[in-house]
């Protein structure tokens, strides 16, 4: 019995994983295809296949280490992860602020990190608001 409630679990971080991962791939959908309308097209620098398939292996990787957590450290594991979660986002906005190699045809390339730095914020706050669901589950 223990192992199937411990099988049941992952397959509930699991199924949020994907749930995360889908809704924040359709949020970012909208968002980059106003964005490339309305600003500046990125669509050679950062295509919408990979911003979706960043987030599906993201969302399988978050899923993964937060179930992990949750076991080592039953009390706090989530909250503690949940944290790391947020200061791993704050800490990773960095890098399209250093980007630097541009391909020459592209114009407006300093709107690139504004373009960039919601879309590092999407899928943290998904998984941030549905993440009680698995709380619920457990008990």
């Not at 409630?5 to 995360?20: A, I, P, Q, R």
């Not at 978050?62 to 704050?90: D, Y």
């Amino acid at each position: 019995i223990y192992l199937q409630k411990k099988n049941n679990m992952f397959k509930s971080y699991f199924l949020l994983g994907l749930v995360v991962s889908l809704i924040s791939s359709l949020g970012a959908s909208v968002y980059v295809t106003k964005y490339y309308e309305v600003m500046a097209n990125f669509s050679l620098i950062l295509p919408l296949w990979k911003i979706i398939a960043t987030y599906f292996t993201v969302g399988l990787s978050v899923s993964a280490l937060c179930f992990l957590s949750s076991r080592l450290a039953p009390k706090f594991g989530t909250i503690i992860f949940n944290i790391v979660l947020v200061f791993a986002t704050l800490g990773s906005i960095i890098f399209p602020i250093m980007k630097e190699d541009f391909p020459e045809i592209l114009e407006m390339t300093e709107f690139y990190p504004g373009f960039v730095i919601p879309l590092y914020f999407i899928f943290p706050l998904f998984w941030l608001a549905l993440s009680p669901l698995i709380k619920k589950n457990e008990n």
